[in-house]
Protein backbone atom coordinates (compact mmCIF):
# COMPACT_ATOMS: atom_id res chain seq x y z
CA UNK A 1 0.00 0.00 0.00
CA UNK A 2 3.11 2.44 0.72
CA UNK A 3 4.60 1.43 -2.09
CA UNK A 4 1.59 2.04 -4.35
CA UNK A 5 1.26 5.27 -2.44
CA UNK A 6 5.00 6.42 -3.45
CA UNK A 7 4.31 5.49 -7.06
CA UNK A 8 0.85 6.83 -7.92
CA UNK A 9 2.79 10.21 -6.24
CA UNK A 10 5.59 10.15 -8.57
CA UNK A 11 3.20 9.48 -11.25
CA UNK A 12 1.27 12.90 -10.45
CA UNK A 13 4.75 14.94 -9.60
CA UNK A 14 6.25 13.89 -13.38
CA UNK A 15 2.58 14.56 -15.29
CA UNK A 16 2.67 18.02 -13.57
CA UNK A 17 6.02 18.72 -14.44
CA UNK A 18 5.49 17.68 -18.09
CA UNK A 19 2.45 20.36 -18.23
CA UNK A 20 5.02 23.13 -16.87
CA UNK A 21 7.20 22.84 -19.82
CA UNK A 22 4.13 22.45 -22.16
CA UNK A 23 3.01 26.11 -22.50
CA UNK A 24 3.55 27.72 -25.50
CA UNK A 25 5.10 31.22 -25.07
CA UNK A 26 3.57 34.20 -27.56
CA UNK A 27 6.22 36.56 -28.10
CA UNK A 28 4.31 38.50 -31.34
CA UNK A 29 1.21 39.66 -32.09
CA UNK A 30 0.23 37.41 -34.49
CA UNK A 31 0.54 34.18 -32.14
CA UNK A 32 -2.29 35.46 -30.65
CA UNK A 33 -4.73 32.75 -31.23
CA UNK A 34 -7.81 34.11 -33.16
CA UNK A 35 -11.47 33.62 -31.97
CA UNK A 36 -13.73 32.46 -34.95
CA UNK A 37 -17.52 32.08 -35.06
CA UNK A 38 -18.33 28.70 -36.02
CA UNK A 39 -21.45 27.01 -37.81
CA UNK A 40 -22.76 25.37 -34.70
CA UNK A 41 -22.80 29.07 -32.85
CA UNK A 42 -25.25 30.71 -35.09
CA UNK A 43 -27.72 27.37 -34.00
CA UNK A 44 -27.09 27.19 -30.80
CA UNK A 45 -27.51 31.59 -30.76
CA UNK A 46 -30.69 31.86 -32.29
CA UNK A 47 -32.32 28.42 -30.34
CA UNK A 48 -31.07 30.49 -27.10
CA UNK A 49 -32.33 33.69 -28.02
CA UNK A 50 -35.54 31.52 -29.14
CA UNK A 51 -35.93 30.21 -25.93
CA UNK A 52 -35.16 33.26 -23.56
CA UNK A 53 -37.46 35.71 -25.34
CA UNK A 54 -40.51 32.86 -25.47
CA UNK A 55 -40.42 30.45 -22.85
CA UNK A 56 -38.40 32.44 -20.04
CA UNK A 57 -41.09 32.74 -16.59
CA UNK A 58 -40.52 36.34 -17.27
CA UNK A 59 -41.58 37.57 -20.67
CA UNK A 60 -39.21 40.08 -21.64
CA UNK A 61 -38.49 41.77 -25.49
CA UNK A 62 -35.27 41.97 -26.94
CA UNK A 63 -35.52 45.52 -28.36
CA UNK A 64 -32.64 48.23 -28.36
CA UNK A 65 -32.61 48.57 -24.53
CA UNK A 66 -32.03 44.94 -24.00
CA UNK A 67 -29.84 44.73 -26.58
CA UNK A 68 -27.69 47.94 -24.90
CA UNK A 69 -27.57 46.14 -21.97
CA UNK A 70 -25.91 42.78 -22.79
CA UNK A 71 -23.23 45.13 -24.50
CA UNK A 72 -22.57 46.38 -21.82
CA UNK A 73 -22.42 43.93 -19.71
CA UNK A 74 -20.33 41.78 -22.32
CA UNK A 75 -18.05 44.75 -22.23
CA UNK A 76 -17.69 44.87 -18.53
CA UNK A 77 -16.91 41.46 -18.59
CA UNK A 78 -13.81 41.67 -21.07
CA UNK A 79 -12.63 44.63 -19.72
CA UNK A 80 -13.56 45.50 -15.68
CA UNK A 81 -11.25 47.64 -14.73
CA UNK A 82 -11.23 49.93 -17.99
CA UNK A 83 -7.46 49.26 -18.30
CA UNK A 84 -7.51 47.26 -21.59
CA UNK A 85 -9.82 48.47 -24.18
CA UNK A 86 -9.10 52.36 -25.79
CA UNK A 87 -12.05 54.62 -25.50
CA UNK A 88 -11.95 54.53 -29.28
CA UNK A 89 -12.69 50.84 -29.38
CA UNK A 90 -15.70 51.17 -27.06
CA UNK A 91 -16.92 53.67 -29.59
CA UNK A 92 -16.34 52.01 -32.27
CA UNK A 93 -18.12 48.57 -31.25
CA UNK A 94 -20.79 51.19 -28.80
CA UNK A 95 -22.55 52.74 -32.14
CA UNK A 96 -23.67 48.77 -32.80
CA UNK A 97 -24.83 47.94 -29.58
CA UNK A 98 -28.46 48.93 -30.21
CA UNK A 99 -28.11 45.72 -33.13
CA UNK A 100 -27.35 43.03 -30.83
CA UNK A 101 -30.77 41.41 -30.24
CA UNK A 102 -30.54 41.53 -34.09
CA UNK A 103 -27.55 38.99 -34.30
CA UNK A 104 -28.60 37.06 -31.45
CA UNK A 105 -31.55 35.81 -33.44
CA UNK A 106 -30.62 35.49 -36.51
CA UNK A 107 -27.15 33.30 -35.12
CA UNK A 108 -24.72 36.34 -36.46
CA UNK A 109 -22.14 37.33 -33.35
CA UNK A 110 -19.22 38.95 -35.83
CA UNK A 111 -19.48 42.38 -33.13
CA UNK A 112 -18.83 39.45 -29.81
CA UNK A 113 -15.84 37.79 -31.30
CA UNK A 114 -14.37 40.93 -33.23
CA UNK A 115 -14.47 42.82 -29.68
CA UNK A 116 -13.35 39.55 -27.70
CA UNK A 117 -10.54 39.75 -30.72
CA UNK A 118 -9.61 43.65 -30.16
CA UNK A 119 -9.40 43.00 -26.33
CA UNK A 120 -7.07 40.48 -26.63
CA UNK A 121 -5.06 41.93 -28.70
CA UNK A 122 -4.67 45.16 -26.39
CA UNK A 123 -3.80 42.97 -23.68
CA UNK A 124 -0.95 41.46 -25.35
CA UNK A 125 -0.38 45.36 -26.04
CA UNK A 126 -0.05 46.22 -22.33
CA UNK A 127 1.64 43.29 -21.71
CA UNK A 128 4.01 44.01 -24.07
CA UNK A 129 4.43 47.65 -22.95
CA UNK A 130 4.85 46.28 -19.58
CA UNK A 131 7.74 44.19 -20.56
CA UNK A 132 9.40 47.96 -22.13
CA UNK A 133 8.83 49.28 -18.79
CA UNK A 134 10.58 47.00 -16.53
CA UNK A 135 13.58 47.19 -18.80
CA UNK A 136 13.63 50.53 -17.24
CA UNK A 137 15.34 51.22 -14.28
CA UNK A 138 13.02 52.34 -11.63
CA UNK A 139 12.80 56.05 -10.19
CA UNK A 140 11.70 56.02 -6.56
CA UNK A 141 12.70 60.19 -6.67
CA UNK A 142 9.26 61.57 -7.74
CA UNK A 143 5.87 62.24 -5.80
CA UNK A 144 3.69 59.73 -7.68
CA UNK A 145 0.57 58.20 -7.03
CA UNK A 146 -1.60 55.48 -7.85
CA UNK A 147 -5.40 55.09 -8.52
CA UNK A 148 -6.41 52.19 -7.68
CA UNK A 149 -10.70 52.86 -8.63
CA UNK A 150 -11.13 52.72 -11.83
CA UNK A 151 -14.79 52.87 -12.15
CA UNK A 152 -14.62 55.95 -13.61
CA UNK A 153 -11.82 55.63 -15.44
Not at 11 to 36: S, W
Not at 37 to 51: I, K, L
Not at 72 to 90: E, G, I, W
Request: no cysteine.
Amino acid sequence: MNTFFKITALAGLLAIAGHAFAVDEITRADQIPVLKEEPQHATVSERVTSRFTRSHYRQFDLDNAFSAKIFDRYLNLLDYSHNVLLASDVAKFAAKKDQIGDELRTGKLDVFYDLYNLAQQRRFERYQYALKVLERPMDFTGNDNFNLDRSKA
